[in-house]
């Protein structure tokens, strides 16, 4: 982004959306999550363990972002809980108004958490907020130590590093020591889990971290709402 | 991309310096390719090793963007070729003005090959022309193979497909011909490289494709330019 003057006025209408947003979540107590990461870092497999472990009595639904297909979406549906698919057609990022759009026809008070999957990319969505509580940043071992530190403002933004696919830690060259030490680099104090979404490593650690995150929601919408 | 109405003002301008690049590579002689890819997919690795290999005789040059830091620029410089490291400072892409600055204080003359790294990201790269011959798109097996179809419009405008990190097949749940055939879908005929930076398998070959490319490419500027 940075890249035009209209962006100023674009996401200045987008930041209205969002707040909207924020705002009936708060009212109906839904936790929203927005996920990003590169292509390929596994959001999506991160949703279908997710999904697969989610814990009865809570309601969970899922929007999915991409340019282009249905197949997250698909894969995403055989858990039962709603999902629906936003295609961008061309668009880098999700941004609120696509949100609003796709929420239509969802009643908030039947939804406890609602977790976004953005568009895979590490630039363009850190600029739009979709009135999440938290962005939650998805890096594959696979990808390199050094991602925190060449897109710093999506690692500053989000709350949490999920570190996926240590299962093949093994066999790549990467230092997770190093990965940790450049993500508080540029967010100190950021949480980080490291999950094999394959294998199954971490993710009792992952549905806690959730569990966590939707008691502090909780706690949080108490005091500001009365 | 593809959501403000002075996005094609934009671009209209970045057609202008492109195509003003395209012709002073032709007058000169520079083959320019643009490697594009999601973050960590291996560009820079990629890089080394063609850097490592480069044949004697023939002079090559490197760009290197990145929206923050200039890791790449010293990965690469060791090797004893021109490198210059552009910064885009949160910009998602490189545009043609990016290039053009770059390029300020190098004597085209003197190059035969100008390779360009881009910011790693699947989307907004697609929309730039950098004047470049060719867009050369890197995709790791850990990345999944739908991307060719969440991505079309990259796979699309890419003439060569380099499929990376080949090494770690055993090890994740990616089919090579599933990944080939969607590309073929989204563009027929595209040609297909697999490689591994790190075991180095497939680097010949990809070092073949380069010469013949460059090959191609004197002969087209000699029926071209007379």
Tied chains: 1, 2.
Excluded at 11 to 37: F, M, P, T, W
Excluded at 106 to 130: R, T
Excluded at 171 to 199: T, W
Aim: glycine share 8%; aromatic share 6%; net charge negative.
């Amino acid at each position: 982004m940075n890249r035009l003057p209209l962006e100023g006025k674009v996401l200045k209408e987008n930041d209205r959306i969002a707040l909207e947003l924020r705002e009936q979540y708060a009212a109906h107590g839904v936790l929203c999550l927005n996920l990003v990461s590169s292509p390929g870092s596994g959001k999506t497999s991160l949703l279908e363990r997710t999904l697969e472990l989610w814990p009865e009595g809570e309601r969970v639904a899922v929007l999915t972002g991409d340019i282009q297909t249905e197949n997250d979406a698909q894969r995403l549906r055989r858990f039962g809980f709603p999902v629906k698919q936003i295609t961008t057609g061309g668009t880098c990022h999700l941004d609120a108004s696509m949100i609003q759009r796709a929420l239509e026809g969802w009643q908030l008070k039947d939804v406890d958490v609602l977790l976004v999957e953005n568009v895979g990319n590490l630039v363009c969505p850190s600029s739009y907020d979709l009135g999440e509580a938290a962005k939650v940043v998805v890096l594959s071992v696979t990808e390199g130590e050094d991602k925190p530190l060449k897109y710093p403002s999506m690692f500053f933004k989000s709350e949490l590093m999920v570190l996926n696919k240590i299962d093949l830690l093994p066999y790549v060259p990467f230092v997770v020591d190093k990965a940790v030490e450049n993500a508080q680099r540029v967010h100190p104090g950021m949480e980080i889990l490291k999950v094999s979404c394959l294998a199954g490593d971490g993710l009792t650690e992952w549905m806690g971290w959730l569990a966590a995150r939707r008691e502090r929601f909780r706690a949080g919408r108490g005091a500001a709402v009365v």
